[in-house]
Structures are given as C-alpha cells and as structure tokens.
C-alpha cells in the first residue's frame, strides 16, 4: 500500500545536493506529501532560502527517484514558500548527518542569531567547547567559520534560522 509514510521513508534514499550526508527530508525541506488517485505523488519542497540554486535539481532528484517505483503514477513536485523552513525543521537525525559531514549543527528554537550565539559553537569533531569563531561568514550564506583550540581542526557551523 503506498503511503505518505512510505513516501517519506523512500525520500530520505533522496540526499541534499550540497550536504550529502543528510537526506532531504531529514533536512526539513519536504514539507507535504499526498498520495493521489492512481498512486499520483504530489510532493511539496521548502527551500532552505528563496536564492537556493539548487532548487530545480532537488526536483528532478525527488522526480527521478520516485519516478523508479514501479507502483507510483505521476509525480508532481512544487517549490513552494507557503511554509517558512527554519532550522528547527532538521531533524535528530538530521542533526547527526551534518555532523557527520565536519560542521557543527544548529542551535536549536533560536529566533535571533546573535554573535555571542554563534561564538558558542561546539566542535563537531570532539564536542569541545573551545572554540573561537573565526568569521560569522562562511562559504555559504547559512555558515560561519570556527576554529576548535583543542583537538585543532577548523570547522563550519550551520547558522540556526528561527
């Protein structure tokens, strides 16, 4: 039987093009699924921020792995801002895979980046809390860069979004 449920497990197989450590659901921008008549998929996109260049690839990637089930009909994708994404749509596991990937994970329920917040960014390869923010602007606009006086590595942080 083909569920919103199987849907969403099948679209964590789905990766972010820029962190392909953590899927695209676990990165919060999956933000509705409806199984239609004849098994007809209609997935809703939230981007990380309205510039993303990656956006019409994420939708031929959900396009292109739903499109391989046999069972699914037509597969529609929608960009849309209806709903605001926030860093606190990533989830646990989420948290996991951009650690995984060297940055360090967002703060969570954070309204308002301060520098003092982003000051306080745990290494994300021993967990140290000495760290030193090097510039609150890293490759990306959602980055910073830190280095940790510990273990010596210099590491990204994902910017929390409230």
Not at 84 to 103: C, F, M, Q, R, V
Request: proline residues 8%; charged residues 20%; glycine residues 6%.
């Amino acid at each position: 039987m083909i569920t919103e449920e199987y849907i969403r497990e099948e679209l964590k197989k789905v990766p972010d093009p820029e962190i392909p450590t953590i899927s695209i659901v676990d990165l919060g921008i999956v933000t509705g699924i409806d199984v239609l008549e004849n098994h007809n998929i209609h997935v809703t996109l939230t981007p990380t921020f309205a510039g993303c260049p990656a956006l019409r690839l994420m939708e031929d990637m959900v396009k292109e792995h739903l499109g391989g089930i046999q069972e699914l009909g037509t597969i529609t994708v929608e960009t849309s801002f209806a709903t605001t994404w926030t860093t606190d749509l990533i989830s646990p596991e989420g948290h996991e895979a951009i650690k995984k990937h060297g940055l360090a994970p967002p703060k969570r329920n954070c309204s308002n980046i301060t520098m003092e917040l982003l000051e306080a960014t745990p290494c994300p390869y021993c967990d140290s809390d000495n760290t030193k923010m090097k510039s609150p602007f890293g490759p990306t606009l959602c980055r910073s860069l830190h280095y940790c006086n510990n273990c010596k590595q210099a590491f990204e942080g994902f910017k929390p979004v409230g």
